[in-house]
Structure formats: C-alpha cells, structure tokens
C-alpha cells in the first residue's frame, strides 16, 4: 500500500511535470512569435516616423527654393534696370564730352540744351541704388536639437504590471462567478482591463493540451466583474486578467481556479414508460407510445370482381411501432423516467418546469430498486411533491402511499434540492425560493431523480449549483417535517 502510494505520487507528479514541459513549449513558442510581432511594429513605427521627416524635409526644401527663386528674380531684374540706366548714362556722358569740343556758339548751346534734357529725364537719376532685397537667408534657418533630444529619448512603452486575483472577494453562487483583483502598485494610466475564462475539469494551472480556448471579457472598466447565467457543466473555471492603457497591454496575472462543479443529468430513456417521449432533459406525454393502430380493410365480395376497399376504411398507421419494452421499463399506471445519474453524496439541486396544460406530474427521488410498476411516492423508497390539474386541482407531498396536501400555489418553476448526507430533500419556489416541503430521511441506498408526466410534459434544468438563498434556507431550518411520520394517510 505504501509503495502503491508512492507510485500514484510520482505518477501525479510526472503529470504536473509534463503539464509544465507543455507550458514552457507553448510560452516558449508564443516568445518566437510576440518577438517577431514586436519587430514588425518597431519597423512599422520607425518607417511612419521616417516617412514624417522625409515630408517635413521635403516642405521645408521647397520652401528655401521659392525664397531663393524669389529674391533671385527680384535682383536681376533690379540689375537689369541698373545696367540700362548707366548704359544710357555713359552714352549721354560720351556725347556730352564731344560737345565741349564744338567751337560754334549756335551749335554748342544747341547741343547744351539737348544734353539738358536728356540728363533731367535720364533713368539713372531715378534709380534706387539700394537692393530691394538681402541676401540674408537665416529665417528659414531650422534648429532641431530639441527634437533630436526627444527622438534620442524614444524608448519602449512602460508596460501596465500584471493584476492580482484576490482569492477572499471571488464568489461563486447562484450560477454566477465573480472574479475580484488588484494591481501591485497604483497605476493611473490604466484605461480597461481585460479578462479570460475557460472551464475545465483539472484543478490548479491551465493545461496547454486538450483544454479550451479562452474565451474574452473586453473593456472592463473596474476591478471586478461578473459573470452571469453560466451552466457548469466542468468542475473548475480558470480566469486571468491583464491591465491595459491607451497603447499596449501588460503581462496576464497568475490564472486562478475556482471550483464550479455542479450535478448534470439527463433523462434515462432506457427506463421511461412508452408512453412517455424523452430527449436528454424534456419529457413529454405520448398516448401512442408503442402502440401501433391498424384499421382492417374490409371489402364487399361481388361475383366475378375483387373486393375494393372503401377510401374511408383504408389502412392507417399512425406512427412506427415500437419495440417491446425491456424488464426495466416501467409500465402499467407507472408513467415514470429516472435520471440517468445516481446522487450518493453530496449537496445538488435542478429544478423543473412543467407545460401549462399538463394534467399531472411528479417530481422528487427514488432508490434504483423502484419497481416498474411502482408509482413514485406511493412506496417508501421514493419521495416526490405531486401536482394534479385532472378533475380536482390538488398539490401534495408524498411518500409512502401517504399524501400531505400543501397550502401554496403551484409555482411555474419548482426546485428540487437533495442533501443526501444529511438525509435531507427539499422543494422550493425556484423564482422566489420559497420553501414548498421539506422530507427529512436517512438515505440507505443511492438515490436517482425521477419524474412523472400524464397528459403534458416537463422540462429539466440541470447544472445549476445551489442557490445561495436555499443554503440560507437550509441552515436556519430545523426539520420542518419527517418523511412518512408527518404525512397524512390519504393515499392518492
């Protein structure tokens, strides 16, 4: 026994061995493939941001080219205006330089006045011999050192640190989980946090192998969030979160699990009566169950001509038969289904809704032992409330061939908890979580969910963990009332 015991140690300990390997080959994978994602992006963001200062240089090139166009255009045509005028001015001086040679007096004051003239509208008088522009260029001189200094100080992103699942807030009841965390330190450049769930039916750390993928809560905008309406159908729920800010997210926290097994079963269609029509958790009233209606062709003989049957009177088949049920089948009165798993420990609940024109039904527990073509309540192995809408509207607690009528309305949904080791079965409202009736019993045996349905049918809801208003319940209650001793002796 104890080298036994060593064995499944190592065994276990192989498995949280290889589970890790599994791990490390799948961060180890996603390190190769996030590297070369983050490479890309630096790339991305450097050619954005060389392809910003190759426009800006271009803009600014074009800008110093249309000054210098500019003022080069301006100079010349102000030399060219220049060079005119003294062209004119040193003819004119030529020309006056020869008349002071001539020796008429007629012909020198003639050429005197000419020269008069020609000086006092000459161009050379009228020119502005300043530059209309400088040569000076530093306006479009550019300093960068600032912008140097901030593209030297480009560095990675600060990377929000990893949340902290607070194991004391997160609460699992009444379907629902709620996960709780914390960041390490402050951090007011957070925006939204993000959280992941999966379920999974391993305790401790997220399996790399035969797990599902993570599903995805965006957006959150607290430290807490809830999920609703969940059906736990695995035993465990991993969850991890990670923070994000306006640019990039940070690393996930530490998964954590938490327990979320609940009981789920569906209807034993190897045992149900055949009038009775089961899918995996809804059972219907069928009258033709196994039975196969055939009308016979009757035919009037004439001589010499072949009976022709009737066009009212031709054979009809309303469904295909049935195979004869198997010894296990209930039969008779009986119109009864089990569930196909057995409760032999532990706390668990479903609840049941019936049609609204279903005649009568059952709900409640047996042992496997039930006979085929016993009737649930009416043997002391079986405990069930009843509700009959036949004849006369009735609503009753059985057990034992003994009937207990109850003083409440018939609810539209009703909740059936079983607390086998403390021997206890109780039904509730499943809307307002009244209590309904309370059988207290030592169970002996394994017990089953069963169900009755005549004339209608029910649905089952299971994976349903117990509300936490019935565990208030239950601990305040003090054995309301005993399985056959407290019921009436009025069979039904």
């Excluded at 003819?91 to 012909?107: C, H, N, V």
């Excluded at 198997?326 to 420990?345: A, K």
Aim: with cysteine.
């Amino acid at each position: 026994e104890a080298l036994q015991r060593i064995i499944t140690t190592l065994a276990n300990k192989n498995d949280e061995i290889q589970n890790f390997i599994d791990t490390l080959s799948h961060v180890l994978k996603g390190v190769q493939g996030n590297s070369a994602k983050v490479l890309s992006d630096l790339d991305e963001e450097f050619d954005g941001l060389y392809s910003v200062l190759d426009e800006m240089k271009e803009s600014m090139t074009n800008r110093i080219k249309q000054e210098q166009a500019h003022k080069t255009q301006e100079l010349q045509n102000q030399l060219s205006q220049c060079t005119n005028a003294l062209e004119s001015s040193e003819e004119l001086l030529e020309f006056a330089s020869r008349t002071m040679d001539i020796k008429e007096p007629e012909e020198f004051t003639k050429a005197a006045r000419q020269i008069k003239d020609r000086v006092t509208m000459a161009a050379a008088f009228r020119l502005s011999l300043k530059p209309k522009l400088s040569d000076n260029m530093t306006h479009l001189m550019v300093d960068f050192s600032q912008e140097r200094q901030m593209i030297q100080g480009l560095k990675f992103l600060p990377v929000p640190k990893a949340p902290e699942i607070d194991p004391s807030e997160c609460i699992v009841a009444d379907n629902c989980v709620t996960v709780s965390w914390r960041m390490p330190e402050e951090d007011n450049k957070i925006d939204h946090y993000v959280l992941e769930y999966r379920k999974t039916n391993y305790d401790g750390l997220p399996r790399v192998k035969d797990e599902r993928c993570w599903e995805t809560v965006d957006n959150i905008k607290g430290t807490e969030h809830t999920l609703s309406g969940l059906k736990f159908n695995s035993k465990y729920m991993n969850f991890r979160v990670r923070a994000c800010n306006k640019a990039v997210a940070g690393e996930y926290s530490d998964p954590f699990t938490l327990e979320t097994k609940a009981l789920i079963f569906g209807l034993d269609n190897t045992s149900s009566h055949l009038n009775l029509k089961v899918e995996d958790s809804y059972v219907e009233w069928d009258p033709l169950g196994g039975k196969t209606q055939e009308s016979k062709v009757k035919g009037k003989e004439n001589k010499g001509r072949s009976a022709t049957p009737s066009p009212k009177r031709t054979s009809v088949t309303s469904r295909p038969p049935v195979g004869r049920g198997s010894r296990d089948r209930f039969t008779g009165e009986s119109y009864t289904v089990l569930g196909d798993t057995t409760i032999e420990s532990g706390q668990h609940y479903w609840e049941v809704k019936s049609q609204k024109d279903c005649k009568s039904y059952s709900v409640g527990v047996t042992y496997k032992t039930l006979g085929k073509f016993d009737q649930l309540g009416k043997t002391n192995i079986s405990w069930c409330l009843h509700v009959n809408n036949w004849l006369q509207a009735t609503f009753s607690a059985k057990h034992n061939n003994k009937a207990k009528a109850l003083e409440v309305a018939v609810p539209d949904k009703i909740g059936v908890y079983c607390d086998f080791d403390g021997g206890q079965l109780s039904f509730y409202n499943s809307d307002t979580k009244q209590l309904l009736y309370s059988f207290k019993t030592k169970f002996t045996q394994p017990v089953v969910p069963a169900f009755m349905a005549w004339c209608g049918g029910i649905t089952l809801y299971t994976g349903l963990q117990v509300p936490s208003a019935v565990r208030t319940l239950q601990k305040t209650e003090n054995g309301l009332s005993g399985s056959s001793s407290s019921l009436t002796s009025n069979a039904q």
